[in-house]
Each structure stands twice: as structure tokens, then as C-alpha cells.
């Protein structure tokens, strides 16, 4: 197995676990916290969705799909291109409000189909090459994808035991 394969086998089981996270759950189990300031399962997945969304077209050179449509709007938010949930305080979580599980999930699937879009358009040379010379050493390509896809792990595990603590 190739890098690209492992790349795209690590991403693709994304999407299947937020599926179990929040499938069922409504809006206001979406957007209970189980401890004050803590993260929402609406947050959590929105935000893993953003991140990914954002970083996958930033090294792609495309434009992220949270803006190629409404999405925002399904989150109760503006279309902010620079809003993914990095350094969001306990109100900014509480301001994201997912209209329905289908709204995470179905932006989570577009962004999953642009991540593979994406990865399919790489070789395992590809994943040597620097994206962020600010760091030492660079990041290359590849560590910034499974950055991301850890990134995305922890918090849809997070999600799901968010879900446990509420009892869904």
C-alpha cells in the first residue's frame, strides 16, 4: 500500500465515525454542552469539518467548499473563510448551531469528497514537498495531511464520547 492509499483509508474513516457521533441526535443534543465551556457535539464535528475543509484547500489551491455554498448559514454563522474553531472561546462554540445532524454530516461528506478529489491528484513524491517553511523543520505535505487527519480522530472520538456523557 502506497502513501496516498494510507492517506485516503485514514480520511475515509472519518465521516463513518461522526456518522454513529450524531446520527439521531437533535439540534438541542447537538448544542448541549456536558460541562460549562465545554465543546459541543456540533462544534466538534463542525470544526474537525472546517479545519480539514480549510487546510485541504489551502495545499490544494482551491476554494474551501464551506463558501461554494450556504453551508454556513445550516451552522448559524456567517461565511468566514478564516472561521475553522481554532482559539474559539466558550461563546464562539455556543454560537455554532448545527440546523440538523444531516447538515454536519452532508458538509462533511462534501468535504470528504474534495479531500479524496484531492488526494487523487497526488503521487507519494507529492507528500515531500514543503507547504509551511515558518516552521523547523518545514512541514511537508505529507505531515500537514496527517495533521489534519489526526486532528480530525481526536475530535470525532471526542464527539462520540460527548454523546456517552449525554446519555444519547
Known sequence: MDGIAVLVEAFSRVPDAARRAVRGLTPEQLVAAPAEGANTIGWLVWH???????????????EQVYLSSAWAARFGL???????GYGHDPAAVRAVRPESADALLDYLDAVHAATLTYLGTLDDADLDRVVDDAWD?????????VSIVDDDVQHVGQAGYVRGLLGA
Open 137 to 145: 523543520p518545514p512541514v511537508t505535505l505529507g505531515v500537514r495531511l
Open 78 to 84: 456567517g461565511p468566514d473563510p478564516d472561521d475553522t
Open 48 to 62: 474537525l469539518a472546517r479545519g480539514q475543509d480549510a487546510q485541504i484547500a489551502d495545499v490544494a489551491g482551491t
